[in-house]
């Protein structure tokens, strides 16, 4: 794997990695950096930190957008060159309490189609993040700030966003939203909250301009049309699954109407169906 950095923005870098087409992102600001996401092994994590360094020796901290092993399973290596480590708390529970079965089950499930994936993932030293965020907490890089927050729930229970904007301007000019938002495929509804997901990827739109770069977890850079278009996805899929529910539906008959691929569009039924059942 080669991690190459592109500036989207002014010293906002992205880079897209193999083999599961995850963005990474430095934001850089005058005093500190921040990194937003540590991708899955080893060693993507010590490549991903070199390639960091080519660009600024500033400070750096971390911030995890959610629990997925490409996400953070190379959080160790950051903690040992220093780094902060920063997440929503239920990201930290998931780590510190479930790591170990998430790293097996994970392991399992890439064996065949990624060994070399699977094999680095065998490997790892879960490292928990350090710092908790709860709703919002502020990071000043020097003349520019990232507000990292808790919309809601969506893609997990704990998704953290990344608001980049100056710090003397009440605006946002980089949203780096994790796995809320893909680029590259349907959304992942594994561990996620189907009919709660459209209220958070609302909150996020009415916090971003209409001008403002947005960074998905996978996949290419979009603008905030594409997060009202995805948005819009969610919500009727949203409440396809609450209308079913509600008049006997099975779940064939809504994963059949779902604007989903079936195996996708299943899991999320199947989630939004056992939520309702519990109300």
């Not at 708390?89 to 070399?116: K, N």
Request: aromatic share 6%; hydrophobic share 40%; glycine share 8%.
């Amino acid at each position: 794997m080669t991690i190459s950095f592109r500036e989207v923005a002014d010293r906002v870098l992205v880079a897209n990695t193999s083999p599961l087409d995850v963005n990474v992102t430095l934001v850089v600001g005058d005093d500190r950096a921040l990194l937003v996401d540590t991708l899955s092994t080893d060693a993507q994590a010590r490549e991903l930190l070199a390639a960091v360094r080519e660009f600024t020796d500033k400070p750096l901290d971390v911030v995890n957008t959610h629990f997925h092993f490409d996400h953070c399973f190379g959080n160790f290596i950051f903690a040992e060159a220093g780094c902060e480590i920063w997440a929503h708390e239920q990201t930290v529970v998931e780590l510190a309490e479930r790591g170990a079965s998430w790293q097996r089950r994970w392991h399992a499930e890439w064996e065949a189609r990624e060994p070399e994936l699977a094999a680095g993932l065998a490997e790892v030293q879960i490292q928990v993040p350090t710092h908790l965020v709860r709703d919002s907490h502020v990071i000043d890089l020097g003349r520019r700030t990232a507000t990292l927050a808790h919309l809601g729930h969506g893609h997990t229970d704990g998704d953290i966003v990344v608001l980049v904007g100056d710090a003397h301007v009440d605006t946002v000019e980089v949203a780096i939203v994790g796995d809320l938002v893909e680029e590259s495929g349907p959304p992942d509804f594994s561990d996620a909250h189907p009919l709660e997901w459209p209220s958070t990827l609302g909150r996020l739109v009415q916090r971003i301009p209409a001008d403002a770069v947005v960074v998905p977890g996978h996949g290419a850079v979009v603008d905030t049309r594409f997060v009202r278009e995805q948005h819009n996805d969610l919500s009727t899929f949203e409440w396809l699954i609450r209308d079913g529910h509600l008049d006997g539906g099975t779940v064939e008959k809504i994963t059949a109407l779902s604007p989903y691929p079936e195996k996708v569009s299943r899991t999320g039924v199947e989630r939004g169906f056992a939520a309702l059942n519990q109300d």
